[in-house]
């Protein structure tokens, strides 16, 4: 699952209503290109960033090989994206988070391997590798989002702490970083449960799926990792019950917090009011296989398998999202804060080059892991439910994790065994 702040800004827009009004009922007609050649109709989730929607008609219109249409798709995008798969009159090219294993394995998205044939090695590991399937490229990422620790640097100076390069090490600065006004970290409102997912497994040097498809976490690090984010909850040195979630950064800049987890979209408004009083981080390695963990995730272009003009669209989206470097850097950062997926592309761009963008890029690329394609929703279900109770409720990791992977060896028998 792809956790960006376009997509928060848009879940947020659908709840308000305030984009439906302008958006809702867009067929997408009137908003073609200038080219000749097949129509192509290309799909794009409502993202809640200002411009971010002329700039995608802008790329379509500069096409001269085709007509493209591009609709904005207000509402549930990814179930809409679902059904439409499955007829004949879906989009030619679309966004997703994913493509999904059921829409792999269910022939509804092309191969788009030969797309990226010179220019593979370009584009970030970490994003690209939940677009493979079967030795296969099956997206394009668009746009990197990731997440990561910001700190008050004053706090933890006038504390005598250093930066946290250990879970434990964090545990201990929240602790002492809590007072009467200020609480030490802000995980989310459900004390990290929602928001971290298993980047604490990758933290302790463990995945959630491994390279040959098994459950990556049946070590007792796993449940050494998670008690300690319990112990964050049960010391009270997190914060809850904020006026805004993790993906705000206010509580940070409030003084609420002496640190939160957030996301790269945050950085440009707490560079604005914290100036050089802030640092950023992974999330901190824990024991002695551990390794600092950077959760990151990327929309990607697909296509179609069921498209009347295949080969058309394709084309485009070897076009638009391969050959077209500038465009592909003006939509990472000119409607907020991303980085592009070319590694090219994020070294080069101003924007990142330096302070704490330049060390978010670094932490990326050096660190960065998404959420494997193989974990199914049913998987992270599972495994959700049970971090929420092990955080929240104090039960026990090594029984928690020993239910979710029977859940997990079951789900991944059955999706492995699976064929088109």
Not at 238 to 265: E, R
Not at 344 to 350: M, R
Not at 383 to 394: E, N, T
């Amino acid at each position: 699952m792809t956790i960006s702040r376009r997509a928060l800004l848009a879940a947020g827009a659908v709840a308000g209503g305030g984009l439906l009004t302008a958006c809702g009922g867009n067929t997408g007609r009137g908003d073609g290109g200038g080219g000749s050649g097949p129509a192509l109709s290309q799909w794009y989730h409502q993202y809640g960033e200002p411009g971010t929607e002329q700039a995608v008609k802008r790329y379509a219109a500069a096409y001269e090989k085709a007509r493209v249409t591009v609709q904005w798709r207000p509402g549930d995008y990814d179930r809409q994206t679902a059904a439409a798969l499955l007829t004949d009159s879906g989009p030619d090219v679309f966004e997703v988070d994913g493509p999904t294993l059921d829409q792999i394995q269910g022939g509804q998205v092309a191969d788009l391997t030969a797309l990226l044939a010179g220019v593979e090695d370009d584009f970030n590991p970490a994003v690209l590798a939940p677009k493979k399937y079967d030795g296969k490229i099956w997206g394009v990422p668009q746009v990197v989002d990731m997440q990561m620790l910001y700190y008050r640097k004053s706090l933890l100076k006038d504390a005598g702490l250093e930066p946290p390069g250990t879970l434990d090490a964090l545990v201990d600065a929240a602790k002492k970083l809590t007072t009467r006004k200020t609480k030490g970290l802000f995980l989310g409102n459900d004390g990290g449960a929602g928001v971290l997912g298993g980047t604490p497994l990758y933290a302790a040097g463990l995945q959630l799926v491994t390279d040959d498809g098994r459950p990556g976490f049946d070590d007792p690090a796993a449940a050494r990792a998670l008690a300690k984010i319990h112990r964050l909850y049960a010391d009270r040195s997190l914060l809850l019950g904020a006026p805004a979630d993790w993906s705000d950064p206010s509580a940070f800049l409030q003084g609420l917090t002496a640190m939160q987890w957030s996301g790269l979209w945050a950085l440009p408004q707490v560079q604005k009011e914290l100036g050089d009083d802030f640092g950023v981080l992974p999330f901190p390695k824990d024991g002695p296989a551990g390794r600092p963990a950077v959760p990151v995730g990327a929309y990607a272009a697909a296509v179609s398998a069921r498209g009347r003009n295949r080969e058309a669209a394709e084309a485009y989206v070897k076009w638009l999202w391969v050959e077209r470097t500038d465009d592909q850097e003006d939509f990472a950062l000119s409607y907020g804060f991303h980085i592009p997926a070319r590694i090219s592309l994020a070294k080069k761009a101003a924007k990142l080059r330096t302070g704490a963008a330049a060390e978010a890029v670094r932490l990326t690329t050096d660190h960065g892991h998404a959420e494997p394609l193989l974990w199914t929703p049913a998987a992270r279900t599972a495994y959700q439910d049970a971090l929420s109770r092990i955080i929240k409720d104090g039960a026990d990791p090594d029984a928690e994790l020993r239910s979710v992977l029977r859940k997990v060896t079951a789900e991944l028998d059955r999706v492995r065994n699976r064929k088109p």
